[in-house]
């Protein structure tokens, strides 16, 4: 199992991702490029964030970063309400992602998010 303090997670468009997989290396999206670092999400944050800043949206992953490997690369800055949030403010190497999954939906739409705590 995953130790929850050495991973922080992206939520990431299917097709971006793609790209990333074919570029060896993930340079970030629309959002991350215009505030010069990637965002990142604790394992207590995750939720919050897909409800905040992807609602209604489909075809989503969620991939897994190993922050240990990454050493002192992951940044922690205040973001909304005086909460800590990983930055990283170079674009993010392959080889430190632990998983990738697929973010489904029930009938509802509602986002379910994959075991974070899974291998």
């Not at 468009?13 to 074919?22: F, G, I, Q, T, V």
């Not at 993930?26 to 394992?43: M, N, P, R, V, Y």
């Not at 509802?108 to 075991?115: A, R, T, Y």
Request: aromatic fraction near 10%; include cysteine.
């Amino acid at each position: 199992m995953n130790d929850p303090h050495n991973t922080v997670y992206k939520i990431c468009d299917r097709s971006l991702w793609a790209e990333a997989e074919r570029a060896g290396v993930f340079a970030g999206a629309e959002i991350d490029l215009a505030d010069g670092f990637i965002h990142f999400s604790t394992h207590d944050q995750t939720a919050s964030t897909l409800e905040k800043h992807f609602a209604g949206r489909t075809d989503l992953l969620l991939i897994a970063i190993d922050t240990a490997a990454m050493g002192d690369a992951i940044v922690y800055e205040k973001a909304r309400g005086g909460i800590l949030f990983p930055h990283l403010y170079q674009p993010l190497q392959l080889n430190f992602v632990r998983w990738v999954r697929p973010i489904v939906q029930d009938k509802n739409g509602k986002h379910i998010l994959p075991d974070l705590g899974a291998e």
